[in-house]
């Protein structure tokens, strides 16, 4: 089998290698059939023979499934080792990151999936220019993920004509992350942005400040100021400062379908703010990310 891939018969390869994992899972060897499957995927890649290693890929992380492999360091290594391996432009990394998240998140303590691996696969499609699978893996990473997804959205923003339109890009990290009660890496996104929004001076701001706490009011883009207070209000935990500070932009939220349902996940589960629905909208709103 070996040989066939150091010989060039990369497809004799690859078929030789299912069927020797495919036994070694009909008789519950799932530790021989992983490394089998592991190896292989290896050295395709190195042959550069994207689409076999992708399929054995999958295949690893299929009986990584049917064995119940715990989500640990040698698990975990041996994931980050092939995808790191592949071009971030090969199309089937998205069908193996799918598949990933739904590995760790079952097998392992996150129910939305591992986080160390969620910051390689985001790393990953930030490199192949793929802005929306990238955000949806490092609003569920590590810290190291909120500066790259703020660095993200905002060349995301500077392809835009509209400078006005900054916050709905900062949005989508701030609410994103405040959605899972994440305020650091929200604070991380949005110092991050703005910073470098007053370097390129698209919009004037002012700045206040109040018993240390400073904030910079943009007048033609108010929802910006209502980020940053957000993100504030959210800290201090206080519900009726939540509900004033949107009934202060009640009028900019409702023109914006995209802060809806993020205001709500955030006041059930920072401000303890019951839903009009009895639903479970924290699941429905990560259920889009990976839908």
């Given amino acids: 089998m070996w040989g066939r891939i150091a010989s060039g018969q990369l497809y004799e390869a690859h078929q030789a290698v299912r069927t020797i994992a495919a036994r070694y899972i009909r008789q519950k060897a799932y530790g021989e059939a992983i490394e089998v499957l592991y190896n ?3 050295q395709l ?3 550069n023979e994207a689409g076999s290693a992708s399929d054995l890929t999958l295949y690893l992380l299929s009986t990584y499934n049917l064995a119940e492999t715990p989500v640990d360091g040698d698990s975990k290594a041996r994931v980050v080792e092939l995808v790191t391996k592949f071009d971030p432009a090969e199309p089937t990394l998205k069908s193996i990151a799918h598949e990933v998240t739904q590995w760790s998140g079952k097998f ?5 999936g591992d986080r160390e691996l969620h910051h390689v696969l985001g790393s990953i499609f930030v490199r192949a220019d793929e802005a929306y699978e990238a955000e949806r893996h490092l609003l569920l990473g590590t810290k190291e993920s909120a500066p790259l997804l703020a660095e993200l959205l905002y060349e995301w923003y500077g392809e835009q004509e509209d400078a006005e339109s900054a916050a709905l890009y900062l949005s989508r990290g701030v609410l994103g992350y405040l959605a899972i009660q994440n ?9 991050t942005f703005l910073s470098k929004l007053k370097e390129s001076r698209r919009l004037e701001a002012s700045e206040v ?3 240390g706490i400073t904030i910079d009011v943009y007048t033609q883009a108010p929802l910006l100021t209502f980020l940053q207070l957000l ?9 009726d400062l939540f509900n004033r500070l949107k009934t202060r932009y009640r009028a900019q939220i ?3 379908q995209a802060f809806q349902k993020p205001l709500v996940v955030i006041g ?3 401000f303890g703010i019951a839903p009009q629905r009895q639903a479970n909208i924290l699941q429905d709103l990560m259920g889009s990310l990976f839908a």
Avoid: H, M, W
């Avoid at 305020?183 to 110092?191: S, T």
């Avoid at 993100?231 to 519900?239: G, L, P, R």
């Fill in 40 to 42: 292989a995927a290896k």
């Fill in 45 to 47: 890649l190195e042959a």
């Fill in 108 to 112: 392992g303590p996150k129910p939305f």
């Fill in 183 to 191: 305020i650091r890496d929200a604070k991380v996104v949005l110092a």
């Fill in 209 to 211: 400040g109040q018993d």
């Fill in 231 to 239: 993100v504030v209000t959210c800290q201090y935990k206080n519900a």
């Fill in 254 to 256: 409702e023109d914006v």
């Fill in 268 to 270: 059930q589960s920072i």
